[in-house]
């Protein structure tokens, strides 16, 4: 089997909108959280968000391009063009060579909700615009980053719920492992505009501590009650090792070990059984021991059932071998569709930098948190190798294990 | 609105959303040319001029409308 190293990295989350302000943010410990006092005036029970700022992209794409675009996919031009720039990636590059695509992404819902506005009020299709179709589609990412970078290999948008980001970036390791492919643009994109989640809030999935939107978001701390949607768009470029050595190509880390299950159970509650498969799973195809991992981003959304049973499956699969575990949702919220892919990017730049960023917010532990090491302030030291959590609604679960190589 | 008034706006509505220069756009020009129209973005001109006139363009009149002078004392006509 071949090689699998990612050899770019870009990002557009409510963390920054470069590597550089992300990695700072995680630093620091900065919450992306805010109270948006539009979805008070539109029914929300919650009101919490992620703040994320739609790019302006007039003079940078043409007017047609833009026109089909929704928010989420200008978040993933955005990561996707830092990603490539940071790869040595150009226009005359792809235009030679079959580069892949597979973006994480399940919804793309404010354009859809505005075409049939101006159906139902104006009784006419053609005045929902050339853009409406384009944009409300699932793949609508995919299909536009595919056509502004005229890429040529695999074009698919991936859909696992909240795990898309990360069964893209498994998947598409699964293709250069095999020689199909030897490098895919991977990542996973969210919206963020409250029509996106404002059935979501309706399952009162979403926390309501609105008097302090920085303190919502509080994975596997006792007294946490939901949580926060968030978005955005990250990138990476993933590659075959020896074509990545040969075209002098900066190698960040290697992907290790991809894992996933489905839980085979409940819609909405996730189990035990399937996340712990999913877990063993990537650590065997990564072909280490649990001793090597020294950092665990764990999926933890902050929701009670959803933090307790991955708190219980992480400690079936390492026992008492306390590794820091944190859930990088506590800044960013819930990322969703992204939250595979920018969590990947998260636990690298930590990983780059020698740190890893506070589980904020995590003051009492519960019964099954207590098992864990949680740090709920930054803790400076280095590790090389991670493993990433990622499920998602229907039972779907993505693990990643991925390794730093040192240049 | 006086037809004066009428092509100064439909100018500069278009020129906006087309991104064009408004000095290009003149009575006996082609609109497709012009503004660099295609299939799917003359279906956002139609969409627009409605929005704007409150006037729709009916499929078999579209394509009779070819310069701006046309499309003048189409909207000329209805608005």
């Given at each position: 089997?071949?090689?699998?190293?990612?050899?770019?990295?870009?990002?557009?989350?409510?963390?920054?909108?470069?590597?550089?302000?992300?990695?700072?943010?995680?630093?620091?410990?900065?919450?992306?959280?805010?109270?948006?006092?539009?979805?008070?005036?539109?029914?929300?029970?919650?009101?919490?968000?992620?703040?994320?700022?739609?790019?302006?992209?007039?003079?940078?794409?043409?007017?047609?391009?833009?026109?089909?675009?929704?928010?989420?996919?200008?978040?993933?031009?955005?990561?996707?063009?830092?990603?490539m720039r940071n790869a040595g990636i150009d226009q005359d590059y792809l235009d030679k060579h079959d580069v892949g695509l597979l973006y994480g992404n399940d919804s793309s819902v404010d354009p859809a909700v505005r075409a049939v506005d101006t159906i139902r009020e104006k009784h006419d299709t053609t005045l929902c615009g050339s853009g409406a179709i384009f944009q409300s589609m699932n793949s609508t990412v995919t299909m536009n980053l595919g056509t502004i970078f005229r890429l040529r290999g695999i074009n698919l948008t991936v859909s696992g719920a909240c795990a898309s980001g990360a069964h893209a970036i498994g998947l598409g390791a699964l293709l250069i492992q095999t020689g199909l492919q030897d490098m895919i643009v991977c990542g996973g994109a969210q919206e963020v505009n409250p029509f996106s989640v404002g059935s979501f809030d309706g399952i009162s999935a979403f926390s309501i501590r609105e008097d302090a939107p920085e303190k919502a978001s509080?994975?596997?701390?006792?007294?946490?009650?939901?949580?926060?949607?968030?978005?955005?768009?990250?990138?990476?470029?993933?590659?075959?090792?020896?074509?990545?050595?040969?075209?002098?190509?900066?190698?960040?880390?290697?992907?290790?070990?991809?894992?996933?299950?489905?839980?085979?159970?409940?819609?909405?509650?996730?189990?035990?059984?399937?996340?712990?498969?999913?877990?063993?799973?990537?650590?065997?195809?990564?072909?280490?021991?649990?001793?090597?991992?020294?950092?665990?981003?764990?999926?933890?959304?902050?929701?009670?059932?959803?933090?307790?049973?991955?708190?219980?499956?992480?400690?079936?699969?390492?026992?008492?071998?306390?590794?820091?575990?944190?859930?990088?949702?506590?800044?960013?919220?819930?990322?969703?569709?992204?939250?595979?892919?920018?969590?990947?990017?998260?636990?690298?730049?930590?990983?780059?930098?020698?740190?890893?960023?506070?589980?904020?917010?995590?003051?009492?532990?519960?019964?099954?948190?207590?098992?864990?090491?949680?740090?709920?302030?930054?803790?400076?030291?280095?590790?090389?190798?991670?493993?990433?959590?990622?499920?998602?609604?229907?039972?779907?679960?993505?693990?990643?294990?991925?390794?730093?190589?040192?240049? | 609105?006086?037809?004066?008034?009428?092509?100064?706006?439909?100018?500069?509505?278009?020129?906006?959303?087309?991104?064009?220069?408004?000095?290009?756009?003149?009575?006996?020009?082609?609109?497709?040319?012009?503004?660099?129209?295609?299939?799917?973005?003359?279906?956002?001109?139609?969409?627009?001029?409605?929005?704007?006139?409150?006037?729709?363009?009916?499929?078999?009149?579209?394509?009779?409308?070819?310069?701006?002078?046309?499309?003048?004392?189409?909207?000329?006509?209805?608005?």
């Amino acid at each position: 089997m071949k090689r699998v190293v990612i050899t770019g990295m870009g990002i557009w989350s409510c963390l920054g909108k470069s590597l550089d302000e992300v990695r700072d943010s995680l630093y620091t410990g900065k919450s992306g959280i805010i109270l948006d006092p539009l979805r008070k005036e539109m029914g929300f029970r919650s009101g919490l968000t992620a703040k994320v700022d739609i790019p302006d992209l007039k003079g940078v794409l043409s007017r047609s391009q833009r026109t089909y675009m929704p928010e989420q996919a200008k978040y993933a031009y955005c990561a996707t063009v830092e990603a490539m720039r940071n790869a040595g990636i150009d226009q005359d590059y792809l235009d030679k060579h079959d580069v892949g695509l597979l973006y994480g992404n399940d919804s793309s819902v404010d354009p859809a909700v505005r075409a049939v506005d101006t159906i139902r009020e104006k009784h006419d299709t053609t005045l929902c615009g050339s853009g409406a179709i384009f944009q409300s589609m699932n793949s609508t990412v995919t299909m536009n980053l595919g056509t502004i970078f005229r890429l040529r290999g695999i074009n698919l948008t991936v859909s696992g719920a909240c795990a898309s980001g990360a069964h893209a970036i498994g998947l598409g390791a699964l293709l250069i492992q095999t020689g199909l492919q030897d490098m895919i643009v991977c990542g996973g994109a969210q919206e963020v505009n409250p029509f996106s989640v404002g059935s979501f809030d309706g399952i009162s999935a979403f926390s309501i501590r609105e008097d302090a939107p920085e303190k919502a978001s509080r994975p596997f701390d006792r007294d946490r009650d939901g949580l926060v949607p968030g978005g955005g768009a990250a990138t990476v470029i993933i590659e075959e090792y020896e074509h990545a050595v040969k075209r002098g190509a900066p190698i960040i880390a290697e992907v290790l070990g991809y894992g996933f299950s489905a839980n085979g159970d409940h819609i909405s509650s996730p189990n035990v059984a399937g996340p712990s498969k999913s877990l063993r799973m990537a650590i065997e195809r990564a072909g280490i021991g649990i001793d090597e991992i020294g950092y665990i981003n764990a999926h933890a959304t902050s929701t009670h059932v959803g933090d307790t049973n991955e708190a219980k499956a992480i400690y079936e699969v390492f026992g008492d071998r306390r590794i820091e575990v944190t859930s990088t949702k506590s800044q960013t919220g819930h990322e969703m569709w992204m939250a595979g892919a920018s969590e990947i990017i998260y636990s690298i730049l930590m990983m780059q930098n020698d740190f890893i960023a506070a589980n904020l917010n995590f003051e009492n532990p519960d019964e099954d948190s207590a098992k864990l090491l949680i740090p709920n302030q930054r803790i400076d030291k280095h590790f090389d190798t991670f493993l990433s959590n990622s499920f998602g609604f229907g039972g779907t679960n993505a693990t990643l294990v991925v390794r730093e190589i040192k240049q | 609105m006086e037809k004066n008034e009428l092509i100064a706006k439909v100018n500069s509505v278009l020129a906006e959303e087309f991104e064009v220069e408004e000095s290009i756009i003149t009575p006996d020009a082609n609109i497709k040319q012009t503004l660099q129209l295609d299939s799917l973005s003359l279906v956002d001109m139609v969409a627009l001029i409605e929005s704007e006139f409150g006037v729709k363009i009916q499929p078999a009149d579209l394509a009779k409308i070819q310069t701006f002078q046309a499309l003048y004392d189409y909207l000329a006509e209805r608005a």
